[in-house]
């Protein structure tokens, strides 16, 4: 054995801070506080509450003209495809502006608020109590339904590393979703 050990004596261990456990308890309760904010935060909203974030359509005396709101959509469209085209926009950013501008013909012929919503919440919102049966440009289930495929579409070409569609492809989907929409 060691003989420097041998003749000194054990020291007691040293006592800590009466504010640890305190601190421990503070910490874990900030993760629970952090945990449940995440969870409730990134749950899926139930339909009531989609129908009550959502506008309803225009009244029928303040609908848009649907024609000439279809002619500006169609001009944003085909000067997106130009862009691509031309080199001055990259294909990511064609397919993320087709997508915003067929949210936004939605919101502006309808007034339900695509732009806002997720692709399940568009699929759904033609089927949704938002939708007044009186109004003048109420968009059937199937034009919803064709514009949340077309939106789907686009999600490749927008967030993938490598786009599957080309831009010309894309302008197409986005011009007869907004062509067939009455």
Do not use: K
């Not at 915003?100 to 502006?108: E, H, P, Q, T, V």
């Not at 049966?133 to 109420?138: F, I, K, Y």
């Amino acid at each position: 054995m060691n003989s420097d050990l041998a003749g000194a004596g054990f020291l007691a261990p040293l006592q800590y801070s009466a504010w640890f456990p305190w601190a421990g308890l503070g910490l874990l309760a900030l993760v629970a506080a952090w945990y449940t904010c995440v969870l409730l935060g990134t749950r899926p909203r139930p339909a009531a509450r989609i129908a009550a974030q959502t506008p309803a359509a225009p009244a029928a005396g303040s609908a848009p003209d649907l024609a000439r709101l279809r002619d500006e959509y169609l001009l944003q469209i085909d000067a997106v495809d130009r862009e691509a085209a031309a080199g001055t926009r990259s294909v990511r950013s064609a397919h993320q502006e087709l997508s915003l501008l067929i949210r936004s013909f939605i919101r502006d012929a309808s007034g339900v608020d695509a732009p806002r919503m997720t692709l399940a919440e568009l699929r759904v919102a033609g089927q949704g109590p938002h939708r007044q049966p009186g109004a003048e440009h109420v968009p059937s289930e199937r034009q919803f339904r064709a514009a949340a495929d077309a939106v789907a579409g686009l999600y490749q070409g927008a967030f993938a590393a490598a786009p599957a569609s080309a831009v010309p492809d894309a302008a197409r989907a986005a011009r007869e979703v907004v062509r067939s929409w009455n």
